[in-house]
């Protein structure tokens, strides 16, 4: 028990370091450059993908035996879709203002590559309890991978942080801009692989497979 | 009539570009920029099959689903149309085409799951356009995602050469070469207000 407690942790913090979603495995990169103006959209997004993907992870691992393997990628389609459409009328009319910045890209997480790769990848081979685990591991890393890009981006951009101002100016305005969303990810990407490289001894390039997906 | 589909296709293809303002098939964009002739290759098979899955998910969605307030399950049938679709295309591409297949079959499968194509038949409904309307927002999106590739890939041959140093190889450098080009698209907003 103390083993299988051990390896829960090691899934969750897995997602968050060693296979983060955005910064080390490049996966579904399109909303963490699109929705990151600001800390609270990118928390807000971050909570969406974090539910679609441990929802979607543990309704795989139950079916996973059903499931015929020669349709396996539309059955999960269907299940992330019908996940994403939940979340999209939850948000549609419970956060009305930020649904109206980003209601496009909540209805696209329904194609993220790094929610069906889990489904693919762990969930349709693994226990549920696990399953879930992970997807919320993985779930966390990207929430945090947002919250860090638009916590850049906010405050190089607009001088404040999650709304409060702080610097009371824009220092960069170009940060809050489309531009400057490319800027804050090439440049954390590259900070995490310099942190890897110098204090870990790694090699800057990551372990799983599925790199550069679609 | 034919002003207003200018605009939208002008709009589509520079102003709200799917890559440089809207951030969409960034994956695919990052992935296939390597090499020159595969971004041809891609940018042709992406424009097709959007202005395609556009026609076909406007015709179901007006004709179809709105008719029984169906609204509500768009997400869910557009995926399905476009996954359809594409699974048509490559089969009917393997028997009738051979030669076009072997150059296109790769990114055909890729193209499912792929946000960039998902999301025409979605602005498209939210945006409540016509027929022709929608097929031009394919167009000109296609035309506009061809024209990040091409550029991406011209500029990223010559990265090759370059001495990038070693924490932003690879992926961090494109990012940040990809910031450079959305600045400079930055200049075209404003020329058509929507």
Same mark, same amino acid.
């Given at each position: 028990?103390?083993?299988?407690?051990?390896?829960?942790?090691?899934?969750?913090?897995?997602?968050?370091?060693?296979?983060?979603?955005?910064?080390?495995?490049?996966?579904?990169?399109?909303?963490?450059?699109?929705?990151?103006?600001?800390?609270?959209?990118?928390?807000?997004?971050?909570?969406?993908?974090?539910?679609?993907?441990?929802?979607?992870?543990?309704?795989?691992?139950?079916?996973?035996?059903?499931?015929?393997?020669?349709?396996?990628?539309?059955?999960?389609?269907?299940?992330?879709?019908?996940?994403?459409?939940?979340?999209?009328?939850?948000?549609?009319?419970?956060?009305?203002?930020?649904?109206?910045?980003?209601?496009?890209?909540?209805?696209?997480?329904?194609?993220?590559?790094?929610?069906?790769?889990?489904?693919?990848?762990?969930?349709?081979?693994?226990?549920?309890?696990?399953?879930?685990?992970?997807?919320?591991?993985?779930?966390?890393?990207?929430?945090?991978?947002?919250?860090?890009?638009?916590?850049?981006?906010?405050?190089?951009?607009?001088?404040?942080?999650?709304?409060?101002?702080?610097?009371?100016?824009?220092?960069?305005?170009?940060?809050?801009?489309?531009?400057?969303?490319?800027?804050?990810?090439?440049?954390?990407?590259?900070?995490?692989?310099?942190?890897?490289?110098?204090?870990?001894?790694?090699?800057?390039?990551?372990?799983?497979?599925?790199?550069?997906?679609? | 009539?034919?002003?207003?589909?200018?605009?939208?296709?002008?709009?589509?293809?520079?102003?709200?570009?799917?890559?440089?303002?809207?951030?969409?098939?960034?994956?695919?964009?990052?992935?296939?920029?390597?090499?020159?002739?595969?971004?041809?290759?891609?940018?042709?098979?992406?424009?097709?099959?959007?202005?395609?899955?556009?026609?076909?998910?406007?015709?179901?969605?007006?004709?179809?689903?709105?008719?029984?307030?169906?609204?509500?399950?768009?997400?869910?049938?557009?995926?399905?149309?476009?996954?359809?679709?594409?699974?048509?295309?490559?089969?009917?591409?393997?028997?009738?085409?051979? $030669?076009?297949?072997?150059?296109? @079959?790769?990114?055909?499968?890729? =193209?499912? /799951?792929?946000? +960039?194509? %998902? *999301?025409?038949?979605?602005?498209?409904?939210?945006?409540?356009?016509?027929?022709?309307?929608?097929?031009?927002?394919?167009?000109?999106?296609?035309?506009?995602?061809?024209?990040?590739?091409?550029?991406?890939?011209?500029?990223?041959?010559?990265?090759?050469?370059?001495? $990038?140093?070693?924490?932003?190889? @690879?992926?961090?450098?494109?990012? =940040?070469? /990809?910031?450079? +080009?959305? %600045? *400079?698209?930055?200049?075209?907003?404003?020329?058509?207000?929507?």
């Amino acid at each position: 028990m103390a083993e299988n407690k051990h390896s829960l942790l090691k899934l969750i913090t897995n997602g968050i370091f060693s296979e983060n979603p955005v910064f080390k495995l490049a996966l579904s990169l399109c909303p963490a450059v699109a929705v990151t103006t600001s800390v609270k959209n990118g928390f807000l997004m971050g909570v969406a993908v974090l539910f679609v993907m441990t929802m979607v992870n543990i309704t795989v691992s139950i079916f996973r035996k059903l499931i015929n393997p020669k349709v396996r990628i539309p059955a999960y389609i269907l299940i992330i879709a019908t996940y994403v459409s939940i979340t999209d009328m939850v948000m549609a009319a419970y956060a009305r203002s930020a649904y109206k910045e980003m209601g496009l890209y909540i209805q696209l997480i329904v194609v993220f590559a790094i929610i069906i790769s889990r489904a693919e990848l762990f969930a349709s081979k693994n226990r549920v309890v696990p399953s879930a685990v992970d997807g919320f591991g993985m779930g966390l890393g990207f929430l945090g991978a947002l919250v860090l890009v638009g916590a850049v981006r906010e405050f190089a951009g607009k001088g404040s942080l999650a709304g409060i101002s702080i610097i009371g100016a824009n220092p960069i305005l170009m940060m809050v801009l489309p531009a400057g969303g490319f800027f804050a990810i090439g440049l954390l990407m590259g900070l995490f692989n310099w942190i890897e490289v110098k204090y870990f001894g790694g090699t800057g390039g990551s372990p799983g497979g599925g790199h550069g997906g679609h | 009539m034919f002003k207003d589909l200018g605009t939208i296709f002008i709009a589509s293809a520079i102003i709200n570009n799917f890559v440089f303002s809207r951030y969409l098939g960034l994956c695919i964009f990052f992935g296939v920029s390597k090499r020159m002739e595969t971004a041809v290759g891609m940018s042709m098979t992406f424009t097709s099959v959007m202005v395609i899955s556009a026609a076909l998910s406007w015709l179901v969605y007006n004709l179809v689903m709105l008719p029984v307030h169906l609204g509500f399950l768009k997400i869910i049938v557009f995926i399905g149309i476009v996954a359809g679709f594409v699974q048509a295309a490559d089969t009917i591409l393997k028997k009738t085409n051979p $030669v076009l297949y072997h150059k296109l @079959g790769i990114y055909l499968v890729l =193209i499912t /799951t792929n946000c +960039i194509i %998902l *999301a025409v038949p979605v602005i498209n409904a939210d945006e409540k356009y016509t027929f022709m309307q929608s097929l031009t927002l394919g167009l000109g999106s296609g035309a506009g995602f061809s024209l990040a590739l091409i550029i991406m890939a011209s500029i990223r041959e010559k990265l090759e050469l370059a001495n $990038v140093p070693k924490p932003f190889q @690879g992926m961090p450098i494109a990012f =940040i070469v /990809t910031g450079l +080009i959305a %600045l *400079a698209f930055m200049g075209f907003s404003g020329m058509i207000t929507m």
